[in-house]
């Protein structure tokens, strides 16, 4: 421990009081290793100040000390971005203890919130209040708002309320130098000079941390329908989504592909689970419909089935009957997630292509991963509605563990390089953080390069916050501020 | 004219042709002159380049030249923004030639445009291919996608679809130096990076120029229901404008404030419209409930007046029966547009506060109207689910000319003071431009203004493209590039 590192930790004890530092290596643990087990260094410190005020007094410290900083919700991410640097020791700044519903307001459908929030506690909250906030996430139960928009969080719901960045009205952001930015408006529309505000979702704490939010809420649905569907192709299910997006008018809350493997997956994850048809089939469609009003959903979905049905691209399926029926079914893509970690390290990614293009990246991208590895298990399921699948690859049994990183870096390049041809994005929801920087970079045109780096050095010309995520240190910031 | 003013339109008649340049002040009067009549001063030159090269070709030279640059679409804003400049002469890059609908892909529900279509082509293209584009505005007839696009454009639908910025899915800009940005993916989900798209969205033609969009389209509604109902006061609109959201789940698709003088306004301008309801009221709303599929759109409206007359928000009403009715009701919305133009002069503002503040905001503002001017009329309507009224004040006829400018600054600062006390904004869907940009500048923290002007530096050091529009001219612009 250098005197820097104590005269830092004694500096944010006097400020923030003994339950606002976290200065003990054995108590950091949490903070060090992520949601998927990534770890990389030990932190300076971890502070978890209470208030917006006590985190900007923090970032102004570490800003006149020249401190690394990097900003840390529920840690959930899963691109690395939130992990303690290996080669400079940074203050993780936690927003754990942040966690005020700070106004809600059901007749604005807006609710005002501290960026730690939990966000099953935000949408708890709109819930008790007869309101709906739609984010919804497998890591909803520890993931907080700030983390979402600081990422620009997806998930399931998108592909009718949008991204987390059309889900915010309000911000208020400790910039790296410890100014306090706000746009705390519970405002619908406010059309004034360039958005900050949509700048700063998604810049993945490189520009500043998000210390509040005003939320846009919609009506707590009274009605859903929940089906999985048999298809008898990937193709068949695109087809089929432009069915549900028509009959289902905008209902239509989710609409998600899973392939045969999957069902298998998620039946060894959850032994409880049955298979909900009687026969096997390729691939699925799990779909929701669902209505704050008074409309027949199950004529909608019956719609449904029958012209789909008609155009051949539904074979078999079941409807929940029941609350818990639908539960079941959602359990086997909750399950499908887990039995993929079960099965060992394996290949993730999360891709976007037109929707009108899915079928053909999926057969390139199963092709391309045959020939590099015959005997691996290639997965591709995920939001049809948004274009945007995880084509995971699981690797042969026999496939010796030091031999992975290289083979995944192979598959990784190859499905990028499929989706590059159908114009796609190689980070559809989980941003870039330091896992799909090289990616990114290799991908981005000089002019954006530039216009990139010029911002974040408007917002952080010292590389204090967040430094290394996204875009790469600048040359200078190498070699100085070691310590 | 100067001798660097014909060296310019030679090179621009030599790179684009005849028809490519208007370069004689007679010709020049419909790019002078905007929607609202207002005109500041005379173009160096008027072009009309053909392709996105083209546009670039000529922002390059004009970058080497140090000549400005404003961008023009359909020269439908209301703040001045695109009118050229009354000190220095520019040049108006006009996309109006370029109007090519570049993709349609009803499957992934998209569509790429060039930045000078007009939106109302856009909406019709996307019907014939059964889709549907929702911005929705009164100038559609002459606005273009780049200018929605560059003003982040509003409208009737923004509270079901969300604002242009909702709708937009890639962009392709040229920068005021010359080099072409461009994001022209059709993609649902792409989260790499700081949003430069967004940036760009809303920046009113400072930051570049929209030469072409990737737009978001939904599915065409296949039936839709019309009412006009009458409601006691502001307060019951606002009322049961939460009640709609709910029994309509989210299939209203407007939902306008009409006070009954905008009523008599609407019957001034077009006296073949005739009072859609036996008795007269206060205040109306007319909604509209629309869908693509199979639901009962007429159960779900006597379900919402059932419920609105039980909570006394719904006094009488009329629902249209036919098409032919419900476009009849549309007409009193822009008719009383057009009647507050005939009678002449008045203070038009845009403003937005929660909308569960907006009767008590209208009761203020009406209160400090009366207050300075008590025989002028206000009037307050809008669009409720987002907030957002047009406070507009018509003078009393006895009130001289030549006292207007004078009246309607004070008024509009007096409305201005009650929209902060709501934490309101002063514009919410109109921009800043010229017009507002004084009210703007009022309200802006000193970090904010230091962080937007900071990004126009990086984007347009010079100040060559939209040059004093909403931010004004750093100092030292001011004093060089005469000519």
């Given at each position: 421990?250098?005197?820097?590192?104590?005269?830092?930790?004694?500096?944010?004890?006097?400020?923030?009081?003994?339950?606002?530092?976290?200065?003990?290596?054995?108590?950091?643990?949490?903070?060090?290793?992520?949601?998927?087990?990534?770890?990389?260094?030990?932190?300076?410190?971890?502070?978890?100040?209470?208030?917006?005020?006590?985190?900007?007094?923090?970032?102004?410290?570490?800003h006149?000390?020249?401190?690394r900083m990097v900003p840390?919700?529920?840690?959930?991410?899963?691109?690395?971005g939130?992990?303690?640097?290996?080669?400079?020791?940074?203050?993780?700044?936690?927003?754990?203890?942040?966690?005020?519903?700070?106004?809600?307001?059901?007749?604005?459908?807006?609710?005002?919130?501290?960026?730690?929030?939990?966000?099953?506690?935000?949408?708890?909250?709109?819930?008790?209040?007869?309101?709906?906030?739609?984010?919804?996430?497998?890591?909803?139960?520890?993931?907080?708002?700030?983390?979402?928009?600081a990422?620009?969080?997806?998930?399931?719901?998108?592909?009718?309320?949008?991204?987390?960045?059309?889900?915010?009205?309000?911000?208020?952001v400790?910039l790296p130098n410890?100014?306090?930015?706000?746009?705390?408006?519970?405002?619908?529309?406010?059309?004034?000079?360039?958005?900050l505000?949509?700048l700063l979702?998604g810049s993945e704490g490189t520009l500043g941390i998000?210390?509040?939010?005003?939320?846009?809420?919609?009506?707590?649905?009274?009605?859903?329908?929940?089906?999985?569907?048999?298809?008898?192709?990937?193709?068949?299910?695109?087809?089929?989504?432009?069915?549900?997006?028509?009959?289902?008018?905008?209902?239509?809350?989710?609409?998600?592909?899973?392939?045969?493997?999957?069902?298998?997956?998620?039946?060894?994850?959850?032994?409880?689970?049955?298979?909900?048809?009687?026969?096997?089939?390729?691939?699925?469609?799990?779909?929701?419909?669902?209505?704050?009003?008074?409309?027949?959903?199950?004529?909608?979905?019956?719609?449904?089935?029958?012209?789909?049905?008609?155009?051949?691209?539904?074979?078999?399926?079941?409807?929940?009957?029941?609350?818990?029926?639908?539960?079941?079914?959602?359990?086997?893509?909750?399950?499908?997630?887990?039995?993929?970690?079960?099965?060992?390290?394996?290949?993730?990614?999360?891709?976007?292509?037109?929707?009108?293009?899915?079928?053909?990246?999926?057969?390139?991208?199963?092709?391309?991963?045959?020939?590099?590895?015959?005997?691996?298990?290639?997965?591709?399921?995920?939001?049809?509605?948004?274009?945007?699948?995880?084509?995971?690859?699981?690797?042969?049994?026999?496939?010796?563990?030091?031999?992975?990183?290289?083979?995944?870096?192979?598959?990784?390049?190859?499905?990028?390089?499929?989706?590059?041809?159908?114009?796609?994005?190689?980070?559809?929801?989980?941003?870039i953080g330091?896992?799909?920087q090289?990616?990114y970079l290799?991908?981005l045109?000089?002019?954006e390069q530039r216009l990139l780096t010029s911002i974040k050095e408007v917002f952080d010309p010292d590389e204090l916050m967040g430094a290394g995520r996204i875009l790469p240190l600048a040359e200078r910031q190498l070699?100085?501020?070691?310590?």
């Amino acid at each position: 421990m250098t005197i820097r590192n104590d005269t830092a930790v004694a500096f944010f004890t006097q400020l923030l009081g003994a339950k606002g530092v976290v200065a003990e290596a054995e108590d950091q643990e949490r903070y060090v290793c992520d949601w998927a087990g990534g770890r990389l260094g030990m932190p300076l410190a971890v502070v978890r100040p209470g208030t917006t005020e006590e985190v900007a007094e923090v970032v102004r410290y570490c800003h006149e000390q020249r401190i690394r900083m990097v900003p840390q919700g529920g840690h959930t991410g899963l691109v690395q971005g939130a992990l303690p640097d290996d080669h400079i020791a940074e203050v993780v700044i936690s927003l754990e203890r942040m966690t005020r519903i700070r106004r809600l307001d059901p007749l604005n459908f807006t609710m005002a919130v501290d960026g730690g929030c939990i966000l099953e506690e935000v949408k708890r909250a709109a819930e008790e209040n007869d309101c709906f906030f739609p984010l919804s996430l497998g890591a909803q139960g520890s993931c907080q708002i700030g983390g979402n928009i600081a990422t620009n969080a997806g998930g399931v719901n998108v592909l009718r309320y949008g991204m987390m960045r059309e889900l915010v009205l309000g911000l208020e952001v400790v910039l790296p130098n410890g100014e306090i930015w706000s746009s705390m408006r519970a405002l619908h529309k406010d059309n004034r000079g360039y958005s900050l505000q949509q700048l700063l979702i998604g810049s993945e704490g490189t520009l500043g941390i998000v210390t509040g939010a005003v939320l846009k809420l919609t009506p707590r649905p009274q009605q859903s329908q929940t089906a999985l569907l048999a298809v008898p192709s990937v193709e068949a299910a695109v087809r089929l989504y432009a069915l549900a997006r028509r009959v289902g008018s905008d209902l239509l809350s989710a609409f998600e592909l899973i392939p045969r493997q999957c069902l298998e997956l998620a039946f060894e994850a959850a032994p409880q689970l049955s298979d909900p048809l009687d026969e096997v089939y390729p691939n699925y469609v799990l779909l929701e419909l669902a209505a704050s009003g008074p409309v027949d959903l199950s004529v909608m979905l019956e719609c449904l089935l029958e012209a789909g049905m008609e155009e051949e691209v539904v074979l078999d399926g079941v409807l929940a009957s029941s609350i818990a029926q639908a539960d079941q079914l959602w359990l086997i893509r909750e399950g499908m997630v887990e039995g993929q970690l079960l099965r060992g390290e394996h290949l993730r990614t999360d891709i976007s292509v037109p929707i009108s293009a899915i079928a053909e990246c999926v057969e390139q991208a199963a092709a391309a991963v045959t020939t590099l590895s015959p005997n691996s298990l290639l997965i591709a399921y995920g939001h049809i509605g948004d274009g945007n699948l995880h084509i995971n690859v699981l690797p042969a049994a026999e496939t010796p563990g030091e031999a992975l990183p290289a083979l995944f870096e192979q598959l990784e390049g190859a499905i990028f390089t499929v989706v590059d041809g159908f114009d796609g994005s190689i980070s559809a929801e989980h941003g870039i953080g330091r896992s799909k920087q090289a990616a990114y970079l290799a991908r981005l045109s000089s002019t954006e390069q530039r216009l990139l780096t010029s911002i974040k050095e408007v917002f952080d010309p010292d590389e204090l916050m967040g430094a290394g995520r996204i875009l790469p240190l600048a040359e200078r910031q190498l070699l100085s501020n070691i310590h």
